[in-house]
Nanobody
């Protein structure tokens, strides 16, 4: 089994910053892609940013220049630094990890962490 533990969500004023973390542990040989998704109330879950095992990053247009995704391979942890937060960034944020075990790739999801941007 693989567990993902997320942390770092909370309430922040517009223009503020938060840093999300997601640490993976358990039976896994290696981690391939890591990413962050978000789901606002009444909306579908969508990709915010992801990072490959070699460090190639992707961002959805609405967060480019404000969010930064990074990973620490030694700690099996992915981060999302969120700056200049806007009310429309309010959502539950989920991390996603693609892990390899014995030549098989599996997808794992974190439990979600609430981010609320409000004055």
């Amino acid at each position: 089994q693989v567990q993902l533990v997320e942390s770092g969500g909370g309430l922040v004023q517009p223009g503020g910053s938060l840093r999300l973390s997601c640490a993976a542990s358990g039976r896994i040989d290696s981690i391939r892609g890591m990413g962050w998704y978000r789901q606002a109330a009444g909306q579908q879950r969508g990709l915010v940013a992801d990072i490959s095992s070699s460090g190639i990053t992707y961002y959805t247009d609405s967060v480019k220049g404000r969010f930064t995704i990074s990973r620490d391979n030694a700690k099996n942890t992915v981060y999302l630094q969120m700056n200049s937060l806007k009310p429309e960034d309010t959502a539950v944020y989920y991390c996603k990890v693609v892990g390899r075990l014995r030549s098989s790739d599996n997808i794992y999801w974190g439990q979600g962490t609430q981010v609320t941007v409000s004055s």
